[in-house]
Nanobody, 123 residues
Framework: QLQLVESGGGLVQPGGSLRLSCVAS????????IGWFRQAPGKEREGLSC????????NFPESLKGRFAISRDNAKNTVYLQMNSLKPEDTALYSC????????????????WGQGTQVTVSS
């Protein structure tokens, strides 16, 4: 069974950094694209970026460009989300999910959603 598990969240002060991990079990990531998403209380789920099996990735929303980065290590079956210069508005539950490709994908096209890892940015 395909399973994704996120980790690395926590409480961080504004301006701080976190690196989230999305680890796959039950399958190899080599053939899949992985997307990172977040959902803040009372808001819809937001797609952040997607990285395909070749390492190509989609652009982050404008508000995250230059602060967030996505990467993958197929040998470790892991996709990462590096988050720098965090702001209180980045507070959300961050999740990853799998698809066969990134281009043109909608949130609903992704599956094997992880439980998510909470990121709270507060002083």
């Amino acid at each position: 069974q395909l399973q994704l598990v996120e980790s690395g969240g926590g409480l961080v002060q504004p301006g701080g950094s976190l690196r989230l991990s999305c680890v796959a079990s039950g399958f190899t990531l080599d053939y899949y694209a992985i997307g990172w998403f977040r959902q803040a209380p009372g808001k819809e789920r937001e797609g952040l970026s997607c990285i395909d099996n070749s390492g190509r990735f989609t652009n982050f929303p404008e508000s995250l460009k230059g602060r967030f980065a996505i990467s993958r290590d197929n040998a470790k079956n892991t996709v990462y989300l590096q988050m720098n210069s965090l702001k209180p508005e980045d507070t959300a539950l961050y999740s990853c999910a799998a698809n066969y490709y990134c281009a043109g994908s909608r949130n609903a096209d992704f599956g094997s959603w992880g439980q998510g890892t909470q990121v709270t940015v507060s002083s």
